[in-house]
Nanobody
């Protein structure tokens, strides 16, 4: 099982980024794929998740409107589009695969290595 994130980097406040999560080694459609982030000294928090099989999505209340999750099932890839980024969004962003819904990190079995997003003011 492998999850590989990409697309992080340095962006100015107000800018946008699109993160990708390429999955392999498991049946993509059988899992919920979630995006999480962890800032230095803070707990890992859930952002959004998607069921690739049926396209259902769920967002943390604080991220609704700025972030959009989507999937390309032909490529076993999940995306996270982020807009109106602020310095408070600076964190390592992780994707994960799990068998439950919602955004508790404990419900996710497989994790990528993370991609760093830095938002400058």
């Amino acid at each position: 099982v492998q999850l590989v994130e990409s697309g992080g980097g340095l962006v100015q406040a107000g800018g946008s980024l699109r993160l990708s999560c390429a999955a392999s080694g498991f049946n993509f459609g059988d899992y919920t794929i979630g995006w999480f982030r962890q800032a230095p000294g803070q707990a890992r928090e859930g952002i959004s998740c998607i069921s690739p099989r049926d396209g259902l999505t769920y967002y943390a209340e604080s991220e609704k409107g700025r972030f959009t999750i989507s999937s390309d099932n032909a490529k076993n890839t999940v995306f996270l589009e982020m807009h109106s980024l602020a310095p408070a969004d600076t964190a390592v962003y992780y994707c994960a695969a799990g068998s439950s819904w919602y955004l508790s990190p404990y419900d996710y079995d497989y994790w990528g290595q993370g991609t760093l997003v830095t938002v400058s003011s």
